[in-house]
């Protein structure tokens, strides 16, 4: 049963812009904190973002997209975004949603469900 969809992904060059978008009709209302994944090729899954989603409050794991990757919600529409900026060819990977009924912003890799992701492909 798909629960979280992914969409906007895609390929961009260097220094392009990407708006990543998290569907979450049917449990939204059940979550406390959504997120974002990535994995590059050959790497592990590591956390991008989290926001909760009461209060709106984030967490950014990675220096490298602090000032160019903003994470928000729609609590009317049910949706998670994560707008993606000057995008470098290191941002190259998979991206996944994820979510969780508990409030643990920091624990984004180890949230109860996530979605099947969605490939960014950026080039030099």
């Known amino acids: 049963q798909v629960i979280l969809v992914e969409s906007g992904g895609g390929a961009v060059q260097a220094g392009g812009s990407l708006r990543l978008s998290c569907a979450a009709a049917?449990?939204?209302?059940?979550?406390?904190?959504m997120g974002w994944l990535r994995q590059a090729p050959g790497k592990e899954r590591e956390g991008v973002a989290s926001?909760?989603?009461?209060?709106?409050?984030?967490?950014y794991f990675e220096e490298s997209v602090k000032g160019r990757f903003t994470i928000s919600r729609d609590n009317v529409k049910k949706r998670l975004y994560l707008e993606m900026n000057n995008l470098i060819p290191e941002d190259t990977a998979t991206y996944y949603c994820?979510?969780?009924?508990?409030?643990?912003?920091?624990?984004?890799?180890?949230?109860?469900?996530r979605g099947q992701g969605t490939q960014v492909t950026v080039s030099s």
């Open positions: 994820a979510a969780d009924r508990g409030c643990r912003p920091y624990d984004v890799v180890s949230f109860d469900d």
């Open positions: 049917m449990t939204y209302k059940t979550y406390c904190t």
């Open positions: 926001i909760l989603l009461d209060s709106g409050n984030t967490v």
